[in-house]
């Protein structure tokens, strides 16, 4: 946010690059709530900063599925597609005149708080699923197996029927690692122990074995 005399400046006044489809996720962290939010797809515009926060008119858009990309890629697509239309923009500003926001489909992009980061397994393996992707590569979703922070950088959401509706949410469901979720589980794929490097599940499980039957904080 700039204040007044800063906007005021510029004869064109000021530009700015933002990483969602105004005025869905206005704010600080609009690429991992789009992603949490499970949006099908989102977007970078090019924006008339105003006093408010991300409220000023659009003046180029470029939209993009999410498909199963993560924080990290979307984040790496997004800045390229947005440097290219402020390219654009700056080429020839008469040629995208300002549009105003639409007044329906606001929602707030709110910072993340690395508290959001830990797995609440009584989610579904859905929304599980989506939480790894929205904190990879940073802060990381995590649980905690025998006093030990454990991250989950990469998953696979499997159905309902896998956790059996037998099993406790966070239960370890097989020697692979699947967790009980609810409903469905979570098969990880790639992981991170506390000062290391990433790694492959089979990889973790041969120097950390975590057995089935074991329930996960």
């Given at each position: 946010i700039l204040?007044?005399?800063?906007l005021d400046?510029?004869?064109?006044g ?9 005025p869905?996720?206005?704010g600080?962290?609009?690429v ?6 499970g ?8 924006m ?5 926060l991300?409220?000023g008119?659009?003046l180029l858009?470029?939209?993009?599925p999410?498909?199963?990309k993560t924080?990290g890629?979307?984040?790496?697509e ?8 402020m390219?654009q923009?700056?080429?020839d ?5 300002p549009v105003?926001?639409?007044e ?16 609440d397994w009584?989610?579904?393996a859905?929304?599980v ?5 929205a904190?990879?590569p ?13 991250k ?12 059996a509706?037998a ?9 692979s690692?699947?967790i ?5 589980a979570i098969?990880?794929?790639l992981?991170?122990?506390?000062g290391r ?9 041969r ?11």
């Amino acid at each position: 946010i700039l204040p007044r005399a800063v906007l005021d400046a510029p004869r064109l006044g000021c530009l700015n690059v933002h990483g969602s489809l105004l005025p869905r996720w206005r704010g600080a962290a609009p690429v991992q709530r789009a992603i949490l939010a499970g949006d099908r797809e989102t977007g970078v515009g090019i924006m008339q900063m105003e006093a408010g926060l991300d409220t000023g008119p659009v003046l180029l858009e470029g939209r993009t599925p999410i498909d199963g990309k993560t924080t990290g890629g979307l984040t790496v697509e997004l800045a390229a597609r947005g440097a290219n239309r402020m390219v654009q923009v700056l080429a020839d500003p008469g040629a995208f005149p300002p549009v105003p926001q639409s007044e329906t489909g606001l929602t707030y992009a709110s910072k993340i708080d690395k508290s959001e980061a830990r797995i609440d397994w009584n989610l579904s393996a859905v929304q599980v699923e989506r939480m790894v992707r929205a904190f990879a590569p940073a802060p990381g979703a995590w649980f905690e197996v025998a006093g030990e922070r454990v991250k989950l950088l990469s998953a696979t959401a499997l159905p309902p029927h896998i956790s059996a509706h037998a099993s406790a949410p966070g239960t370890v469901l097989d020697d692979s690692l699947t967790i009980a979720c609810n409903p469905g589980a979570i098969r990880p794929l790639l992981v991170q122990r506390a000062g290391r490097g990433a790694m492959a599940v089979t990889e973790l499980l041969r120097g950390f074995p975590i057995a089935a039957g074991e329930r996960l904080g």
